[in-house]
């Protein structure tokens, strides 16, 4: 079985257009396994669609971080045992556009700090021991500060806020994403790339390509350690 590596970052962070470009490239290279979270498909991810589009609550910390935690691990459970449990055991590489580590990204912040961690290490034995879900080899985190993700977002919605979900729409809960992803990247040993840098004049984007070119070589790197 090859490397299971996920792409990760807080909303507007541009994993969806890199985990596309990665595709793209690694279909030239190797067979792999695609998956992507939450899957939207059927009845499993009901819980996570009412939640993000505010029919639970409002406001993203309405329902607190263990709930929250529990519907996108049920989507991801049954989307493992209906449609790739025994794929992945067969693949030659794992490739995942988010995954247990979005529960961290924005649930941990709903948490005082000093139950963050054991919040951390409740979840990974939740998903990856008592429900059985395979754990990363590697996470790779698209580290963008929410001032730039924003920007971003907003090219994406055409400035049109209505279409953005419960997270998407919490700038407060946003940075207390940002600052919570910082800390488990660096508990949980994850990849970091930083995509934007600050300026006097604004934020200096990191090229799309220029960002693929290194998460390729990290994947590259990953699965042949």
Same mark, same amino acid.
């Given at each position: 079985?090859?490397?299971?590596?996920?792409?990760?970052?807080?909303?507007? /962070?541009?994993?969806?257009?890199?985990?596309?470009?990665?595709?793209?490239?690694?279909?030239?290279?190797?067979?792999?396994?695609?998956? /992507?979270?939450?899957?939207?498909?059927?009845? %499993? /991810?009901?819980?996570?669609?009412?939640?993000? /589009?505010?029919?639970?609550?409002?406001?993203?910390?309405?329902?607190?971080?263990? %709930?929250? %935690?529990?519907?996108? %691990?049920?989507?991801?459970?049954?989307?493992?045992?209906r449609h790739w449990e025994q794929k992945f055991t067969a693949a030659n590489l794992v490739l995942s556009c988010r995954y247990t580590t979005s529960n961290v990204i924005h649930q941990t912040p709903k948490l005082p700090e000093a139950e963050r961690e054991k919040y951390i290490d409740w979840l990974y034995d939740y998903e990856f021991v008592k429900l059985g879900l395979p754990k990363p080899d590697s996470v790779i985190y698209l580290n963008m500060p929410v001032e730039a993700s924003q920007i971003l977002l907003s090219k994406r919605y055409n400035n049109d806020s209505v279409q953005k979900d419960i997270h998407e729409n919490d700038i407060s809960y946003l940075n207390e994403c940002y600052d919570a992803a910082l800390f488990a990247a660096k508990k949980l040993d994850w990849i970091i790339i930083d995509c934007a840098k600050k300026t006097d004049s604004g934020y200096?984007?990191?090229?799309?390509?220029e960002i693929n070119k290194i998460i390729m070589r990290e994947i590259e790197k990953v699965n042949h350690a």
């Open positions: 079985m090859g490397k299971f590596i996920v792409i990760d970052g807080i909303d507007g /962070s541009g994993k969806t257009t890199q985990f596309e470009l990665c595709k793209k490239k690694l279909r030239d290279k190797t067979e792999f396994l695609e998956l /992507s979270f939450p899957t939207y498909e059927g009845g %499993a /991810s009901a819980a996570v669609k009412m939640y993000l /589009s505010g029919e639970i609550t409002k406001t993203a910390d309405g329902v607190n971080a263990y %709930a929250a %935690a529990s519907f996108y %691990a049920v989507d991801r459970y049954i989307s493992f045992k200096i984007f990191l090229p799309e390509e």
